[in-house]
C-alpha cells in the first residue's frame, strides 16, 4: 500500500454526504460520490489495483448494489476485499449477494413487517416509480390498494375514503410535490395518517403542509447495526441513522473482522442470519466532542 493511504475507501451516491462532511468526519480517505454503478465499480478496481486497499464503505441504494454485486462476484482479485453496504435493505439484493458484501442494516422485509396481514381498504400503499428493488418490494408486498406516484388521484384516495377504514397510508417517496398536490386538494377526504418510510427530516416545506390537515405524521426506518451518539454530528440527520452508521464504519475500519465475527455486519452466510436468529444487532459507540471512539465493544 502506498503510504499513508488508509485501507478503507468510501462510495456513495450522488448529495448523500457533501464533500466538506465526508472529509470533516472521515478524514483523508479516498471516495467516490456517483450515481453509475460502472464507476463505482471501476473506482473500487483502482482502488485495490493502485493502492491495495480492501475495505470499501458502500453508502449506495439498492439498484446500484444490485448490479455492482455482479461485478464484485465475477471479479477473483476482490475476493480478498470487503465491503459494507450501509445504505441498501431491499430483500431481493440480499438473496443472491457476493460472500464478501456486508450489510448493517435490518431490512425492508422488517420495515414492512408491522403492516403485514392489513386487510384490503385499511392502509394505502404509495410509492415512487422508479423500477428499483427497494420500490418494487414496497409496492408489491405493502398494504392494498397500492399506487405509484403518478397513478395517484383525488378520486383514488376518495374511493379509498368512502370504501374501507381508510386508516394510514404506507408512503415512500423521493419527490412530494405530487402527493401534495393530491392530499391538499380540498376535494380530498382524507385526513388521517401517513406513515412515510426513510423520511430524512421532518424539516420538508411538502411535509409541514401536509402535517397541517393529516391527523399525524409518522416515521419508519430499517434498524442500524452500529451507530455514534448523535451529538456529535450536529449537521448529520439524527433521525435517518445510515450517514451516522457510515462514518462508524469508515472511521473503524481496522475493527471489521470483529464487526463481521460478532454480525454487527452480516450477509446471508451469516450463521445467526441464516438461523434467523438475527433482528438486529445494535451496538452503541460512546464518542466525545472530537468524535473520537471511546469504546467499541462493551
Not at 24 to 32: F, P, R, S, T
Not at 279 to 290: C, G, H
Request: glycine content about 4%; aromatic content about 12%.
Amino acid at each position: 500500500m502506498k503510504k499513508n493511504v488508509k485501507n478503507i475507501a468510501y462510495i456513495q451516491n450522488k448529495g448523500i454526504l457533501p464533500n466538506e462532511q465526508i472529509k470533516k468526519y472521515m478524514g483523508d480517505i479516498k471516495y467516490l460520490s456517483e450515481d453509475d454503478t460502472t464507476l463505482m465499480y471501476k473506482f473500487i478496481v483502482c482502488c485495490n489495483k493502485c493502492y491495495k486497499i480492501t475495505n470499501f464503505c458502500l453508502m449506495i441504494f439498492s439498484d446500484n448494489l444490485q448490479e455492482l454485486n455482479i461485478l464484485i462476484k465475477n471479479n477473483r482479485n476482490l475476493d480478498n476485499c470487503n465491503f459494507f453496504a450501509t445504505a441498501s435493505n431491499a430483500n431481493s439484493v440480499r438473496e443472491e449477494t457476493a460472500k464478501n458484501i456486508y450489510y448493517t442494516l435490518s431490512s425492508l422485509s422488517v420495515i414492512l413487517k408491522g403492516f403485514e396481514n392489513i386487510a384490503p381498504g385499511n392502509v394505502m400503499t404509495i410509492v415512487s416509480d422508479g423500477n428499483t428493488p427497494y420500490n418494487n418490494q414496497i409496492y408489491i408486498t405493502g398494504p392494498k390498494p397500492a399506487y405509484r406516484i403518478s397513478q395517484l388521484t383525488v378520486e383514488k384516495v376518495n374511493e379509498f375514503v368512502d370504501n374501507g377504514a381508510a386508516l394510514d397510508m404506507l408512503i415512500s417517496l423521493d419527490d412530494f410535490e405530487k402527493l401534495n398536490k393530491v392530499l391538499l386538494d380540498p376535494a380530498c377526504k382524507y385526513k388521517n395518517f401517513a406513515t412515510f418510510i426513510e423520511l430524512p427530516s421532518h424539516n420538508n416545506p411538502f411535509i409541514e403542509k401536509l402535517s397541517k390537515k393529516l391527523a399525524r405524521i409518522n416515521t419508519i426506518s430499517s434498524n442500524v447495526s452500529l451507530v455514534g451518539l448523535t451529538s456529535a454530528y450536529p449537521d448529520i440527520s439524527q433521525i435517518l441513522l445510515y450517514q451516522n452508521t457510515a462514518i462508524q464504519f469508515v472511521n473503524f475500519y481496522n475493527q471489521w473482522d470483529k464487526f463481521i465475527e460478532r454480525a454487527i455486519a452480516f450477509n446471508r452466510f451469516t450463521t445467526i442470519y441464516k438461523n434467523n436468529k438475527l433482528a438486529t444487532k445494535a451496538l452503541q459507540i460512546p464518542i466525545n466532542e472530537l468524535g473520537a471512539l471511546s469504546y467499541a465493544f462493551g
